[in-house]
């Protein structure tokens, strides 16, 4: 009996040490193929277990601010607060299908292209409404 569960043992050994040479392979396969900024994050967070806890909700965080960011620069309106925590709960949950993507697609990439975009138009929108209010200010007194 005892022999038995020592070629057990042995045979499972050998299992777990092709299998982690393997998941080296995958490993490093799929940060090959993971965005700029997700690997960055993957590659240099702590990791206290093999799934990368803290890599995947710094990710997410990433994604949901940068959404949120996008949301209020392009699209955001004046909303009561009932009517603005819907939004952003709605919001976060399409962030967890966002951050699911933002893992091989340049989604964080993407959502800050957008967001300085967004900042270059709201800025000239404002200069051409500081312009204008100058401009009828001065046709006012005259």
Sequence with gaps: MLNMMAVTSSALNLVLASASTVNLDEKDRVFERMSGITRFL???????????????????????????????????????????????TFLFVGCIVLTFLALFLPMIEGLIVAALILIVYKSRLWREKREEAKSAKIAKEM
Excluded: C
């Excluded at 990368?52 to 996008?70: E, H, K, N, Q, R």
């Design 42 to 88: 993957y590659e240099n967070l702590p990791s206290y277990n093999t799934a990368y806890d803290i890599a995947g909700y710094a990710t997410f965080l990433i994604v949901f601010l940068m959404s949120a960011i996008v949301y209020k620069l392009g699209f955001a309106k004046k909303l009561s607060i009932g009517r603005n925590v819907v939004i952003y």
